[in-house]
């Protein structure tokens, strides 16, 4: 019998270390897998026997004792016992692509990698050309997982047709939305699924260097994706003459430093030239003046894992996914007051009320659902009768929301909305980098203009005002930070007015 | 306690290894600070001149990013998430229990000099909610009396994790 117990930052938040003790105390060396990303179940304990692997969550040190004489007699009897891992309902209705091998095992054990079709994706890409390579991304439809669902191949021409001796792929791993943790698990749970992508982002348009922007809220991905780069470069999946093929790509973590205006591309990249996270005026765009003015491809985390699937599987099987322009699947991850949290990954398409009934199964606290926020904190609170939306990056602008990161908050009935708006505000005062006035001013002025609405001092007034400065922040703003931290607000507004006039819960 | 004012620090060696790194001032830093446990402010002028920036450039970086820290901190830093999902499971009222409890705002140390208490928007733990980071751990569902516990271990009092 082999056991697993994950490494992962949820799993280790609620006690998998002292799990792993306890194994180890028992006389079991557990593998340290990574998680499936059912975080409602961490820490799951996995356990392979001879017929199949099957699981026992969410467990803590003292129930070890007991899984192990169940495992000697009858496993199902335990309390804990949750059957085979891939016949759980959450797991075996997802369709995993870029998940496919989180939690299978060992994440930087690069023999698991390669048995589980780790780095085929490359190896294909070492037998085209650039342009082939550039074209299999643009036939796939991938845009970027970052937020701004740009299409990533029409990135990735403009750096190949940049005529320049040094270019760069700069992963953007700054992932500093609440309520998003899907670059996390790829990089805890696959990380070599990574390094695969950005090594084919390389080869694709002709960059030699790499560099992973990573948040320093991730102790634990800082760890395994510098273990990972070794290896890999000891592999030679990085380097020089990469598998023989004679193409070179060098790859660096950097730690970013608290700041969350550095997960916008340009302050990201005067971040990683070692100066404050000032956000940049575009154009010129960073695929033609990027990282130290030379071309790069910024792209998010989940951007350039898809690009190992895409390269591996074809652009085609990728394309297959997903509906209307936004092809391929979606990492949604579920977060908030949610009695099962944890990532999703699904096709586009999926309808927000499917997401959070059927598999969220309702709040934490048994409380009604009064708002959810998708797409972290600059996207806008729904109400009910928006959670019908299909996700989709389109139908959601349609409704002036967004898809960004797929992060999902739900709040309960409890939620004060205006706090919630009052929040998005202070929130841009604590992190606008303070490059354009209406971002840096304009959300100082927008906490005390909510606040004066809350206290009922010339209510009708300030409600105009509000508005006005936040068409101002709309139109105003260098980037989405400014520009966007208007729709929570407003949607606040819409939808939820009586919490910032005390009258009660009745929502529109 | 020690102030940055008196701390003669020698960095020489870490800007040595950093200042040929493209983009090298951040790696630096936060070397630095591992190392020190903050960037006092009489390594600035070493820092500029290793690195061929003017000392206002340096002050500007450090500044401008909340992990840096000019002045010394407690032995454990102790990180609330204040973000949404965290939000949306009580963070507020830890926020207020945290700082009663001891005594303390954001951005404080405790008299003893154990902790350090500072805000985190988002840990990426976000599907079990409320976070706290103390140091480089971070733990999940943390309720009032989860805190105190935390608090208590790291003081060293004796409660087990």
Redesign the interface.
Known sequence: MKFYIPQDTTALALGAESVARALQAAGVAPVRNGSRGMFWLEPLLEVETEQSRIAFGPVSSKDIPSILDALETEASSHDLYLGPVDQIAYLASQQRLTYVRAGLGDPVCLDNYQTLNGFKGLKNALTLTGQQIVDQVKDSGLRGRGGAAFPAGIKWQTVLNCNSEQKYIVCNADEGDSGTFADRLVMEADPYQLIEGMCIAGLAVGAAQGYIYLRSEYPVAHKLLNIAIERAVEANFLGDNIQGSGKTFHLEVRLGAGAYICGEETSLLESLEGKRGMVRAKPPLPAIEGLFGKPTVVNNVLTLAAISTILEQGAETYQNFGMGRSRGTLAIQLAGNIKRGGLIELAFGVTLREVIEDYGQGTYSGRPIRAIQVGGPLGAFLPESQWDTPMDYEAFAAIKAMIGHGGIVVFDDTADMAAQARFAMEFCVVESCGKCTPCRIGSVRGVEVIDRIVANEDRDNNLILLHDLCDTMELGSLCAMGGMTPFPVRSALTHFMNDFTGEGKGDN | METSAQNTADISHLVAQYKAV??????L??AIQTELGYVPDTTVPAIAAG?NLSRA?VH??IS?????KTQPVGRNTVQICR???????GSRLLEAHAKETLGIDYHETTTDGSITLEA??????????P?V?IN??????VDQDRFDELVANVRGVGVK?
């Open positions: 493209p983009g090298g001032l951040l790696p830093l936060h690195l450039e500007g970086v401008f990013y909340h992990d840096f973000a949404e999902a965290c939000q949306s499971m985190v928007y988002c840990l990426g733990n976000c599907a079990c909610s976070s980071r480089d751990d971070v733990f999940a569902r994790k």
